[in-house]
């Protein structure tokens, strides 16, 4: 279950998505969350389903490989979606002792749910197709505007793509470690939530500690390659626009805009 | 000419109880000398806790001695001025290939450590290009490290020490963690580099198969380097061996053991072809 997480995964393939700047992929991933913060009306909703699935369809990574990784957020949306159903106040269309559900209630909850799964494809696609090292030189040079108010802008990305290299493994190991301890009869499933939760703590330990101990390798081997940070560094892959980036760019412009302005139409709204 | 010099190196392990009062000082290092000549395969052997990691620590000034010094290609380790060229000229593999691969696509690791020193672009790539043939890995240069076996991560890792044309590799028991075949391929890699490419190769490691074709052996023992000289006047001690908890290889055994109920053999033995073929004359 645990190796099912796909994000901050990369997929190998040969794809336009693939190429593009990781500037561009950044940005866009932001305008589209903001998008999806700006809708009024589903038709809005339909332009961002619309321009994802043909990103989606572009970038030649299969769907299905996609949805794996959401299978891991499914408790949070339902209880997301759960919550905004019931607690919504508006006009009832179902009730039932205490229990109400309104039409805003539906609505919300349906809204919500959606929203959730778009941001977690939406930022998926950006992560399956960009390798950790390049989302770093993307993040580094695209933001490097904050070095000028004292941002470590260089060392933020590097931990974050470190970051992202270790979680299969550490999933990895966490699969390994709950292994061991039930093989050696450790309960992990039964019994009340404040059970389950001390059941973890001999997983927990030895996870950090090993954890730790990677950390304590990974920064030897780092500077017996001569790392330093990030002046003086030249980069293997640097970071050049080309002319599908800036079609990208007028696409991505095209979109926002054009999103957003269907999604805030007021002849749309039928809620 | 020496690439690696050690004089009367001394490194402690000190251990402190909660309160931080020391309660213990283990010299994992013992005044230890030893050079070690350019472009030999040197090897240098010992059962856990015989220093011998803690040592060759000290061959990429990631330890500094507390007495003695360390010279690398004629550059004191704990001059801080060498400390970069240092680096890049002495390169370092560790144990765990997991806990050493820096990038998640192979050909961006073994460029990380050419990125770190200044190395232009094309450089680089042409470098990338040349370690990965070398270690034959060229064609996996898109893969996922994740994706890739043990012994073919370490040869990553020493493609990415290679990149940065270092004079001389310390590999600190690489294949500790490698199954038989995983091992075969890093051994067989780092020799190939030996002789091809001419670097000095100084293998920290506990499986005495490996050693028979190094150019000279060092035996630790206690933090102190207890025997030394070439794997056949190593191998030819076998008790002495066995009195460091070392075991030596089958067919040196064997030889010795037969020598010993009287049938005529050389000492050091080590390959069955030179068994047979001693046999054979008797």
């Not at chain 1, 017996?224 to 940070?229: D, L, T």
């Not at chain 1, 696409?251 to 999103?259: D, P, R």
């Not at chain 2, 898109?142 to 040869?155: A, E, I, T, V, W």
């Not at chain 2, 908890?245 to 089958?250: E, N, S, T």
């Given at each position: 279950m645990l190796r099912d997480i796909t994000l901050g995964q990369y997929?190998?393939?040969?794809?336009?998505?693939?190429?593009?700047?990781?500037?561009?992929?950044?940005?866009?991933?932001?305008?589209?969350?903001?998008?999806?913060?700006?809708?009024?009306?589903?038709?809005?909703?339909?332009?961002?389903?619309?321009?994802?699935?043909?990103?989606?369809?572009?970038?030649?990574?299969?769907?299905?490989?996609?949805?794996r990784g959401?299978k891991t957020?499914?408790?949070?949306?339902?209880?997301?979606?759960?919550?905004?159903?019931?607690?919504?106040?508006?006009?009832?269309?179902?009730?039932?002792?205490?229990?109400?559900?309104?039409?805003?209630?539906?609505?919300?909850?349906?809204?919500?749910?959606?929203?959730?799964?778009?941001?977690?494809?939406?930022?998926?696609?950006?992560t399956?197709?960009?390798?950790p090292?390049?989302?770093?030189?993307?993040?580094?040079?695209?933001?490097?505007?904050?070095?000028?108010?004292?941002?470590?802008?260089?060392?933020?990305?590097?931990m974050m793509s470190i970051a992202l290299r270790f979680i299969p493994i550490l999933l990895e190991e966490t699969d390994k470690i709950m292994k061991a301890q039930l093989a050696r009869g450790a309960d992990l499933e039964?019994?009340?939530?404040?059970?389950r939760i001390k059941a973890m703590v001999p997983i927990l330990v030895p996870l950090f500690i090993s954890a730790f101990r990677r950390a304590n390798d990974l920064a030897n081997a780092m500077?017996?390659?001569?790392?330093?940070?990030?002046?003086?560094?030249?980069?293997?892959?640097?970071?050049?626009?080309?002319?599908?980036?800036?079609?990208?760019?007028?696409?991505?412009?095209?979109?926002?805009?054009?999103?957003?302005?269907?999604?805030?139409?007021?002849?749309?709204?039928?809620? | 000419?020496?690439?690696?010099?050690?004089?009367?190196?001394?490194?402690?392990?000190?251990?402190?109880?909660?309160?931080?009062?020391?309660?213990?000082?283990?010299?994992?290092?013992?005044?230890?000398?030893?050079?070690?000549?350019?472009?030999?395969?040197?090897?240098?052997?010992?059962?856990?806790?015989?220093?011998?990691?803690?040592?060759?620590?000290?061959?990429?000034?990631?330890?500094?001695?507390?007495?003695?010094?360390?010279?690398?290609?004629?550059?004191?380790?704990?001059?801080?001025?060498?400390?970069?060229?240092?680096?890049?000229?002495?390169?370092?593999?560790f144990q765990n290939p997991d806990n050493q691969i820096i990038a998640q696509v192979v050909?961006?690791d073994?460029?990380?450590?050419?990125?770190?020193?200044?190395?232009?672009?094309?450089?680089?790539?042409?470098?990338?290009?040349?370690?990965?043939?070398?270690?034959?890995?060229?064609?996996?240069?898109?893969y996922s490290p994740n994706k890739l076996s043990g012994g073919q991560k370490q040869?990553i890792s020493?493609?990415?020490?290679?990149?940065?044309?270092?004079?001389?590799?310390?590999?600190d028991e690489p294949t500790a963690m490698l199954d038989?075949?995983g091992?075969?391929?890093?051994?067989?890699?780092?020799?190939?580099?030996?002789?091809?490419?001419?670097?000095?190769?100084?293998?920290?490691?506990?499986?005495?198969?490996?050693?028979?074709?190094?150019?000279?052996?060092?035996?630790?023992?206690?933090?102190?380097?207890?025997?030394?000289?070439?794997?056949?006047?190593?191998?030819?001690?076998?008790?002495?061996?066995?009195?460091?908890?070392?075991?030596?290889?089958?067919?040196?055994?064997?030889?010795?053991?037969?020598?010993?109920?009287?049938?005529?053999?050389?000492?050091?033995?080590?390959?069955?072809?030179?068994?047979?073929?001693?046999?054979?004359?008797?």
């Amino acid at each position: 279950m645990l190796r099912d997480i796909t994000l901050g995964q990369y997929y190998q393939t040969e794809s336009v998505i693939h190429r593009l700047d990781p500037r561009v992929k950044l940005l866009g991933t932001v305008l589209f969350f903001v998008t999806l913060f700006c809708f009024k009306n589903p038709v809005g909703y339909a332009v961002a389903i619309v321009f994802l699935a043909v990103v989606i369809f572009l970038s030649r990574v299969p769907f299905l490989y996609m949805i794996r990784g959401m299978k891991t957020i499914v408790v949070l949306m339902l209880i997301t979606v759960i919550l905004n159903l019931f607690v919504t106040q508006g006009d009832p269309v179902f009730s039932y002792w205490k229990i109400t559900i309104t039409k805003q209630g539906i609505v919300q909850a349906a809204t919500i749910a959606l929203r959730i799964s778009l941001l977690i494809i939406g930022s998926s696609i950006m992560t399956l197709t960009t390798t950790p090292n390049h989302l770093t030189d993307g993040m580094e040079k695209g933001l490097r505007f904050l070095r000028v108010i004292k941002v470590p802008v260089h060392e933020i990305a590097m931990m974050m793509s470190i970051a992202l290299r270790f979680i299969p493994i550490l999933l990895e190991e966490t699969d390994k470690i709950m292994k061991a301890q039930l093989a050696r009869g450790a309960d992990l499933e039964s019994g009340n939530l404040f059970k389950r939760i001390k059941a973890m703590v001999p997983i927990l330990v030895p996870l950090f500690i090993s954890a730790f101990r990677r950390a304590n390798d990974l920064a030897n081997a780092m500077e017996a390659r001569c790392y330093r940070g990030g002046d003086g560094r030249t980069k293997m892959k640097p970071l050049k626009y080309h002319t599908r980036d800036a079609v990208a760019y007028i696409i991505l412009f095209v979109y926002t805009v054009g999103s957003i302005f269907v999604g805030r139409l007021w002849i749309f709204n039928i809620f | 000419m020496e690439i690696v010099r050690a004089k009367d190196v001394v490194y402690e392990y000190i251990r402190r109880d909660d309160e931080g009062n020391i309660v213990g000082i283990t010299k994992a290092v013992d005044h230890v000398n030893l050079g070690i000549n350019k472009g030999d395969f040197v090897a240098i052997l010992g059962h856990n806790g015989s220093g011998k990691s803690t040592l060759a620590k000290h061959f990429n000034a990631i330890f500094l001695p507390e007495e003695g010094t360390v010279w690398v290609d004629g550059m004191d380790t704990s001059d801080e001025e060498h400390l970069w060229d240092i680096r890049q000229s002495a390169g370092m593999v560790f144990q765990n290939p997991d806990n050493q691969i820096i990038a998640q696509v192979v050909e961006e690791d073994v460029g990380f450590g050419p990125e770190n020193i200044g190395v232009p672009t094309e450089e680089i790539w042409k470098r990338v290009e040349e370690s990965l043939k070398a270690v034959g890995m060229y064609e996996f240069r898109k893969y996922s490290p994740n994706k890739l076996s043990g012994g073919q991560k370490q040869r990553i890792s020493i493609a990415g020490v290679l990149a940065m044309k270092p004079k001389c590799i310390v590999l600190d028991e690489p294949t500790a963690m490698l199954d038989p075949k995983g091992r075969k391929e890093v051994l067989e890699a780092v020799h190939e580099l030996n002789k091809k490419e001419g670097v000095t190769v100084i293998l920290i490691t506990h499986y005495m198969e490996e050693v028979i074709d190094a150019d000279k052996v060092f035996v630790m023992d206690g933090g102190q380097v207890v025997m030394q000289g070439t794997p056949k006047q190593v191998f030819s001690l076998v008790d002495e061996l066995k009195e460091l908890r070392l075991d030596v290889p089958q067919v040196t055994l064997l030889a010795y053991e037969l020598k010993k109920r009287g049938i005529n053999l050389p000492d050091g033995i080590l390959t069955t072809e030179e068994l047979v073929q001693n046999l054979r004359g008797i």
